[in-house]
T-cell receptor, first 111, second 114 residues
Framework: RKEVEQDPGPFNVPEGATVAFNCTYS??????FFWYRQDCRKEPKLLMS???SGNEDGRFTAQLNRASQYISLLIRDSKLSDSATYLC????????????FGSGTRLLVRP | DAGITQSPRHKVTETGTPVTLRCHQT?????MYWYRQDPGHGLRLIHY???????DKGEVSDGYSVSRSKTEDFLLTLESATSSQTSVYFC?????????????FGPGTRLTVT
């Protein structure tokens, strides 16, 4: 079983739609959770950190369910510019701030 | 922008040749990382550093070595490049501490081994 699992997609949605991605992680002791966005042939960029049950940033909402070991990302009112791959990321086991990355979920927003 | 640059940005090399990739940061971060990204595998940690001359292996360290002689520079060396090392290489730094930290990436180096 992978340490961080995501549906690879692609999710193909019209502009203005609401879309949700889920991610599951295997280590129940994980404390730090992140969503990154990666555009084609570019570096991953931090979208949101998730340190409690969840947080919201504009059209983006991240939620954490520790009991079920999953994290979700909700995008409301999708824009064409939201088209990208979204990476679910969880901290590694030691104190060296290592991260474990999911393989990503691809989102395509169409006009 | 976390002030991370990588060089070269693109490189084509032949099997068996040595290759060194450079990561440079301007903000005095203690922790630095090298990842590779391949289709179907996501980002995988190669090596990381927790200070000058302090480095350790990640999950895919075979065939790679690193050095950090200055806080700002973290070098990744492929001693004898193989075709399986064709990949995109990202450097990263960690900002913050405890459970409140974030990791930022450089622009990447696209390496092709022929």
């Amino acid at each position: 079983r992978k340490e961080v699992e995501q549906d690879p997609g692609p999710f193909n949605v019209p502009e203005g739609a609401t879309v949700a991605f889920n991610c599951t992680y295997s280590n129940s002791a994980s404390q730090s959770f992140f969503w990154y966005r990666q555009d084609c042939r570019k570096e991953p960029k931090l979208l949101m950190s998730v340190y409690s049950s969840g947080n919201e940033d504009g059209r983006f909402t991240a939620q954490l369910n520790r009991a079920s070991q999953y994290i979700s990302l909700l995008i409301r009112d999708s824009k064409l510019s939201d088209s990208a791959t979204y990476l679910c990321v969880v901290n590694g086991e030691d104190s060296s701030y290592k991260l474990i990355f999911g393989s990503g979920t691809r989102l395509l927003v169409r006009p | 922008d976390a002030g991370i640059t990588q060089s070269p940005r693109h490189k084509v090399t032949e099997t068996g040749t040595p290759v060194t990739l450079r990561c440079h940061q301007t903000e005095n971060h203690r922790y630095m990382y090298w990842y590779r990204q391949d289709p179907g595998h996501g980002l995988r940690l190669i090596h990381y550093s927790y200070g000058v001359k302090d480095t350790d292996k990640g999950e895919v360290s075979d065939g790679y070595s690193v050095s950090r002689s200055k806080t700002e520079d973290f070098l990744l060396t492929l001693e004898s490049a193989t075709s399986s090392q064709t990949s995109v290489y990202f450097c990263a730094i960690t900002s913050g501490q405890g459970v409140f930290y974030e990791q930022y990436f450089g622009p990447g180096t696209r390496l092709t081994v022929t």
